[in-house]
């Protein structure tokens, strides 16, 4: 696609009930990130996808929450149980590559609109 | 310890005015990337510009420009001639080139606010 985008837009959930979030990133693109922002916040790195697999899930702050990436495309990011301080702007992210190598302006991360989590 | 440092929670700037938004980052790897990106009240995320570690020219692109100084390490956005569309939150961030995993490191974010 032309953007990454990441569905849903808005989601409304009772404390204790899993969410699934669901990004699809620019068509190419190798390299998928996750991030979260909390109100007012910067971004928190969660996770990070090469391909299908996550060299880099130090972000992920529980066991509650988990992502996976099949076909080298779409991404779904997890939270179980979700408790309110998990509300947040859930941000994906891609890249044509996770790797730096001076290549920089080539792998410069664009982000999707976001998915907005209120646990209530 | 911190990778991102804006010192900067807010600012304040008069339309046409130029403005510096502060960062420093902290890595011992040689190479590395910087980049700043905007977010407006709407949420998206905007890239604006970049800078590699090693590039020898401070980067521009249109009113933007980034102040690059390795020995310092500190990799300072300037917007020229500021317009009330500028006003919005800026992100400093850094990519290391870890030769593997690449991941974006974020500052706290400065926010600006053009008035006239």
């Known amino acids: 696609g032309a953007g990454v985008s990441q569905s849903p837009s808005n989601k409304v959930t009772e404390k204790g009930k899993d969410v699934e979030l669901r990004c699809d990133p620019i068509?190419?693109?190798?390299?998928l990130y996750w991030y979260r922002q909390s109100l007012g916040q910067g971004l928190e790195f969660l996770i990070y996808?090469?391909?299908?697999?996550?060299?880099?899930k130090s972000g992920l702050p529980s066991d509650r929450f988990s992502a996976e990436r099949t076909g080298g495309s779409v991404s779904t990011l997890t939270i179980q149980r979700t408790q309110q301080e998990d509300s947040a702007v859930y941000l994906c992210?891609?890249?044509?590559?996770?790797?730096?190598?001076?290549?920089?302006?080539?792998?410069?991360?664009?982000f999707g609109a976001g998915s907005r989590l209120t646990v209530l | 310890a911190q990778k991102i440092t804006q010192t900067q929670p807010g600012m304040f700037v008069q339309e046409k005015e130029a403005v510096t938004l502060d960062c420093t980052y902290d890595?011992?790897?040689?190479?590395?990337?910087l980049f700043w990106y905007k977010q407006p009240s709407s949420g998206e995320m905007i890239f604006l510009i970049y800078?590699?570690?090693?590039?020898?020219q401070n980067a521009t692109e249109g009113r933007y420009s980034l102040n690059f100084q390795k020995a310092r390490k500190s990799a300072n956005l300037v917007i020229s001639a500021s317009q009330l569309g500028d006003s919005a939150m800026y992100f400093c961030?850094?990519?290391?080139?870890?030769?593997?995993?690449?991941?974006?490191?974020f500052g706290t974010g400065t926010r600006l606010q053009v008035t006239l």
């Open positions: 992210a891609s890249s044509f590559s996770g790797l730096g190598q001076g290549a920089w302006g080539a792998n410069v991360l664009t």
């Open positions: 068509s190419g693109h190798t390299a």
């Open positions: 996808f090469q391909g299908n697999s996550a060299p880099d």
């Open positions: 890595t011992s790897d040689p190479s590395y990337g």
């Open positions: 800078q590699g570690s090693y590039d020898q």
């Open positions: 961030a850094m990519r290391e080139d870890t030769g593997t995993a690449s991941k974006l490191t």
